[in-house]
């Protein structure tokens, strides 16, 4: 297909779709002339990847080209995982000194209970330890003290994650699905939690401004 | 204390401090003389919060103003929470046409299994369906037939969020910590989730490029 058909096919502007190519984030066509090219089902494919890992994801154009780039490379899908994860991961806040030394030790605890290896100097480590310091500076100990509970329910989830790409037909399909269900699975597990804390808040401290039909579920 | 003083305790620098003052993010201090002011404990707190809601929670100033507004309001855990929610909340994908319909249709479903109560055109379930609509897309199947999983482990990690904040002596504590744990909870959470992850798939993919030592936990 043309440029013109692969924007109607992909829902993504022209002027995108040449930005991306110029990136590098989306392979050249084939050329048919000297400025014209013809383009397949796998570039819209690639272009619904990269329109949700830059607009649902909010991942920078470097960034997708390296994740894309780590798909593209023949290997594993724990390698490809592993290279996504460090790209997507930007610690928020930077653990030092003595506290950064308490919540380390914290941590190494809970990986230990969980059977967790915790590589040091890996962003993942580093964005655990610098969210702890910041809740720890702020002397939120029981967020703390449910740190042992948060562990164990995120085993559970990763479990579903690891579930949901487990028995694709090629490796090819199966990094690509697990970097999809990795970016975007984290605004929809944080959304469904808000929507089970709002229940679970208003079962607990009550909701004067709920009038009895609005506690019918699925409304 | 003076200014200076209210900075080192803080670590929060003094021009910093009078955008903040200026923003209406801290109340102003007790006057002493024309130009200088006195400041106390209650200051220093809330200049952790704030700093925690923006370089933690990378929350707009906007935001972080009306989150302080709905906390200094006398009302129920509840209603903070839900103001503060709101605020936090902004969708990432917007949901239209029939994949609306359909994805909507799933949430209800998983909603009544849940006994959740969904409220329409509310910022969360906007999110929700934002996501929802963008994983259907790129057809990652498997991602939603979990939807009831990952909802249930929702209500377990809400539960959590909710038992860190229950049986705090006063309701001013009980909002606050309730908030703190809302905005940090979030990437604390996604960074352990990834942990497990990176482990999960190492135990179901291998990991090639490990040593037989680097299975060990907590190294």
Redesign the interface.
Known sequence: MRMAELSRASGVPVPTIKYYLRAGLLPPGERTSPNQARYGEAHVRRL??VR?LV??G?LPIATVAEVLAALDEPA????V??VA?RAV?TP??VAEGETRERVAQRL?EV??R??????PDEP??E??L???A??N??G?T??L??LD???E??????????????G?PSVEETVE??V???V???????????????????H??????CDPE??????
């Open positions: 619904r990847l949700a607009e649902v909010k594993s899908p724990h390698h995982l592993g994860q991961t928020r806040a190494r990986a230990e969980r059977g967790w290896t915790i590589k993942v480590t964005a655990v610098g969210v702890l910041t809740v500076e702020l939120h029981h967020l003290d449910q509970r948060y562990a329910l995120a085993d559970l989830v990763a479990e579903s994650d690891v579930d949901t790409v487990v694709l699905q697990a999809i269900g990795m975007l699975g984290e605004p929809l597990f944080a959304a469904l939690r808000r929507l089970a804390q709002l229940n679970a808040s208003a607990r401290f009550g909701d004067p401004e609005c506690e019918t579920s699925g409304s």
